[in-house]
């Protein structure tokens, strides 16, 4: 309740307060814009131009901050086009005359005009209307004794009288407050639509292509870093027991004339050594994209995620159905690192792991008992985490303070 009378308070603010701005902001636009594009040809139009699409602009960025208000999020202010560096004082004169952003301001200003009527009619009425309804039994008494006063209900056939009257007016205004909290919300938002439309869609389509270029830009970051761990990996790994594989098998190939025994000894060493080359191989393929979860999806892989990590794992997993698999690896590589994180550096004995979906998001939580101290600064294990889940237009955040405990909150779009 008392967020309904919030919100159609703010709406009545908006819809009252912004009819006047409408009026003013358009006798101005109008009177400036005729004035301009008429003495344009004498140049002395140019800076009239120039000022009536500035005072757009401020009538525009009013605007913007009261559609926070009705729309329920943040204003989001376009980008003006600025002068070219170096630009000469005519040049940086007639500059928003060449910024597409303007010129919408403008029409706002003109377009608003009427539709701010509409706004403004319809709220004032649906006030006026429960007001003077429930209020009747009141001024009624009065009113009703007026010689050859006619009211609505007769004029209608209801009869006449004080009675007949007051039950008219009293239920007039009980169905007009019930619709009162709708029509005020439908007139904010017919005004809301038009600056939506105009003030801020270009800002938000830009807002939206500079998040899929992050993502991307985080994407190609996280790959290459990973690319690189994996190749680092490889390198002071499996790549130098190989080479010491190779020499112990050219080892046993001499020994094998001269001493089998010794040559026998060789080559047990070098099976022991493959075994574990492919066990550290099988490692680092896991934080790739393993068979098992290409298979069977992501709660079984965590589920073997778990059951490797050196550190006792209470899984929770409350999802059961596939996503994309840019969604799973994703999940899955959060999973796997973080794990490896507590495994080597926290100094925990106890981890959590919960997956839950809420509507079009996955939830993934991670905490342990640790000494903390995790961040993800630049330079840290859990940066790469971050772009990782940037790419997936996913949110990663991280509470660690020094002494623990740790918690990870990943959260990852799958619809």
């Known amino acids: 309740m008392h967020s309904l009378k919030r919100r159609v308070l703010l709406d009545t603010r908006y819809t009252l307060v912004g009819f006047p701005t409408a ?9 400036g814009f005729a004035a301009g594009v008429g003495t344009a040809v004498v140049w002395i139009g140019v800076p009239i131009l120039v000022g009536t699409l500035m ?44 910024s597409g952003q303007s010129w919408l301001d403008l029409l706002h200003g003109l377009l608003n005009f009427p539709i701010s009527i509409v706004s403004f ?64 919300r439908g007139s904010a938002l017919l005004r809301a639509g038009l600056g939506r439309a105009l003030l801020t869609g270009v800002a938000e389509l830009h807002e939206r292509i500079d998040d899929l270029a ?31 594989l190779a020499m112990d098998l050219s080892r046993a190939q001499r020994q094998m004339g001269k001493d089998p025994q010794a040559a026998q000894a060789t080559i047990t060493s070098a099976i022991t050594a493959t075994r574990e080359t ?3 191989l099988r490692a680092l393929s896991r934080g790739i994209a393993p068979p098992i979860l290409s298979d ?18 209470d899984l929770d997993v409350q999802v059961s ?46 905490g342990d008992d640790g000494v903390g101290g995790a961040h993800v600064a630049k330079g840290h294990g859990l940066a790469g985490l971050a772009d990782r889940l940037r790419a997936v237009d996913g949110e990663f955040t991280v509470q660690s303070p020094d002494g623990g405990p740790t918690v990870i909150v990943a959260e990852v779009p799958c619809a």
């Open 23 to 31: 009026v003013i902001a358009f006798a101005l636009l109008v009177a």
């Open 55 to 98: 005072i757009a602009r401020g009538f525009a960025d009013a605007e913007r901050a009261w559609l926070a208000d009705v729309l329920e999020r943040p204003p989001v202010r376009p980008r003006y086009k600025p002068a070219p560096a170096g630009a000469g004082r005519f040049r940086r004169l007639v500059n928003p005359l060449t």
């Open 121 to 184: 009619v319809v709220t004032v009425v649906f006030w006026a209307l429960p007001l003077a309804g429930l209020t009747y039994p009141i001024y009624g008494i009065i009113t009703s004794r007026i010689p050859g006063n006619t009211e609505l209900p007769e004029l209608l056939g209801f009869g006449s009288g004080y009675w007949t009257n007051m039950i008219f007016y009293v239920s007039l205004g009980l169905v007009s407050a019930l619709l009162l909290p709708f029509m005020v």
């Open 214 to 244: 992050e993502g991307r830009a985080a994407a190609v970051t996280a790959e290459a870093n990973a690319l690189r761990k994996l190749e680092r990996d490889i390198h002071d790994g499996p790549q130098q027991r190989l080479v010491s």
């Open 278 to 280: 492919l066990d550290e």
């Open 296 to 313: 069977r999806g992501l709660a079984p892989a965590l589920a073997a995620l778990a059951g490797r990590c050196t550190v006792p794992v």
């Open 321 to 366: 159905e596939r996503y994309q698999a840019s969604v799973e690896n994703a999940v899955y590589y959060v999973v796997a690192e973080t794990l490896t994180n507590v495994a080597k550096h926290s100094r925990a004995t106890v981890c959590t792991v919960q997956l839950t979906r809420t509507a079009d998001i996955l939830m993934l939580t991670i």
